[in-house]
């Protein structure tokens, strides 16, 4: 599994804008559609909702990534 670490600047980031911003999705309908197909794990667990707000020590899993919010 490839990891990766994404810097914010502010509280929180949602997690379709870091599947955005990673670049592991083109665009928000298409991290829209895989986290509603249950395609991502947040912390380890699936979740279906593309607005969950991710901190500072969040994980997210997604196609072989894991992306850790710093």
Same mark, same amino acid.
């Given at each position: !599994?490839?990891?990766?670490? #994404?810097?914010? &600047? ?6 379709? &804008? ?6 592991? =999705?083109?665009? *928000?309908? !298409?991290?829209?559609?895989? #986290?509603?197909? *249950?395609? %991502?794990?947040?912390? *380890?667990? %699936? =979740?279906? !909702?593309? *607005? ?5 020590? &969040?994980?997210?899993?997604? &196609?072989?990534?894991? #992306?850790? %919010?710093?």
């Amino acid at each position: !599994m490839k990891a990766e670490k #994404i810097k914010i &600047d502010s509280e929180f980031i949602r997690l379709q &804008d870091l599947l955005k911003l990673s670049g592991l =999705c083109a665009t *928000g309908g !298409m991290a829209k559609i895989v #986290i509603q197909n *249950g395609e %991502v794990l947040v912390n *380890g667990e %699936v =979740c279906l !909702m593309r *607005g969950k707000k991710l901190r500072q020590g &969040d994980t997210a899993q997604y &196609d072989g990534y894991l #992306i850790e %919010v710093e």
